[in-house]
């Protein structure tokens, strides 16, 4: 996992250290998503999608106009192509008809039902790009192997080292890997302004960018969460699961893992990239403390938590062991995980993946969080600002995600009920909304 650095985002806008002083700020967040607000897109071409959508409907009372029925190629990558005229135009459509109609509520919510693809995928370069890219390496092959010829007080090489970015700058403008973004994050900004498809954008619903200026960020951006999985079965069982404990306020214990132990209050302040978001797991398990409701076991050793050290698992969240997932957790119904590392979201379907995202959820998960390709480390959720949301009780499992995923046309995804509050009905201890921090 990785850091890096953009022009229009500094790491000092996601690192700056907002649980410093908890509570600083007062946040304006609107009312808590309704299920008339939630649109439902599942796939003409796969099978039990149509089924399993009109089920959550049911369950949810989700009015029967607002399924929209899309056909795609069942696939867990489909084409930028066929991702703008099979799936964004459609639901675009839908939601340009819908604002015409004055006695419908405004769509908030975008839900994706099993069968649809996981990912959008890159554009591939044409022929006439690709001997151009091919131009442009021969060309610095030729200038490095003329700066290694030259002698290191030779003032030549200055000249030659202002070529040579000149041409490591000009390939960067036939990388399209950076395009690669879940489905999920890409369909969020259906209803924004053009915006630039390599890299990541701003997330305008994310807390941490209140009161700041951020350069060239999308002027609008719905909530998106999918109900997914291997099978219908286990879909079919997270929108129970998830229903079940609403009911009673889901109990259990929250487990944090962190990669190193505690930093000390003179070294926080300092912190970034990998060690900032370490210390927030340690902040959101003190929230979940304070909260109360749930019993809280921090793991400080380098080593994860093993099997049979975590029962009546409610909430998870922990680092590394990349795409190989350790079966620690007994798992309470309607229970929680979040794995911060690279592509542990990368598949849903593959029998034999064990990346953490879809492991937890066929392990007994009722909501996970991940990405789909690595998406560098600023790119999650901070811990301590995603459960602050989720213990406060009024904000649903897609507001929580939504006002904590600092990008969009990225690579983050949650799966599970959007309109999931595990702790709603428990919620006379819960965190006021105006001690919600910043998210910054």
């Not at 749930?294 to 050793?301: A, C």
């Not at 957790?329 to 542990?344: L, V």
């Not at 959720?381 to 989720?390: C, D, G, I, V, Y």
């Amino acid at each position: 996992m990785e850091v890096v650095r953009r022009k229009s985002i500094t790491i000092a806008t996601f690192f700056f250290l907002f649980f410093g002083l908890l509570f600083l700020s007062v946040i304006s967040v609107s009312a808590a998503l309704e299920a008339d607000e939630v649109m439902v897109i599942a796939n003409s071409w796969a099978d039990n999608s149509i089924s399993l959508a009109n089920y959550y409907m049911k369950k949810r009372g989700i009015p029967k106009e607002n399924l929209l029925k899309i056909k795609v190629d069942e696939k867990a990558g489909c084409s930028r192509k066929d991702f703008n005229i099979r799936i964004f135009a459609p639901v675009k459509k839908y939601l340009q008809r819908r604002e015409l109609k004055n006695k419908l509520r405004a769509i908030r919510c975008l839900l994706l039902i099993y069968g649809m693809p996981l990912k959008v995928l890159s554009t591939e370069l044409t022929e006439a790009e690709k001997k151009q890219q091919e131009q442009l390496k021969k060309q610095q092959g030729a200038l490095k192997k003329e700066q290694e010829a030259l002698g290191k007080d030779d003032p030549e090489r200055k000249v030659l080292v202002g070529k040579l970015k000149e041409v490591k700058k000009a390939l960067k403008s036939f990388s399209w890997s950076r395009e690669l973004a879940a489905l999920d994050s890409e369909l969020a900004l259906v209803l924004a302004s053009d915006y630039e498809l390599r890299g990541w954008q701003a997330n305008p619903s994310y807390l941490g960018y209140r009161g700041k200026k951020i350069e060239n960020m999308p002027d609008i951006s719905l909530m998106v969460a999918r109900l997914d999985g291997p099978t219908p079965e286990l879909v079919r069982r997270i929108i129970d699961d998830s229903l079940a404990a609403e009911e009673k306020g889901l109990s259990g214990t929250a487990y944090f893992d962190a990669r190193w132990p505690r930093p000390g209050s003179d070294k926080v302040k300092k912190l970034k990239g990998i060690g900032f978001y370490d210390n927030s797991l340690y902040l959101a398990a003190d929230q979940v403390k304070k909260d109360g409701r749930l019993e809280v076991v921090v793991n400080e050793k380098h080593e994860l938590f093993q099997p049979g050290e975590c029962p009546d698992a409610a909430l998870y969240c922990g680092w590394y062991r990349l795409s190989h997932y350790l079966d620690a957790f007994d798992w309470q119904p309607g229970a929680i995980g979040y794995h911060i590392a690279s592509n542990e979201l990368g598949t849903l379907k593959n029998n034999k993946s064990k990346v953490w995202g879809k492991m937890m959820l066929e392990d007994g998960a009722a909501a996970v969080i991940g990405p789909v390709e690595e998406p560098y480390v600023q790119a999650f959720p901070p811990p301590a600002l995603f459960f602050t949301l989720l213990l406060d009780g009024r904000f649903t499992l897609a507001e929580c995600f939504a006002l904590s995923v600092p990008f969009r046309s990225w690579r983050m995804v949650l799966v599970g009920d959007p309109l999931y509050r595990p702790f709603f009905l428990t919620r006379s201890n819960s965190v006021r909304r105006s001690e919600i921090p910043s998210g910054e």
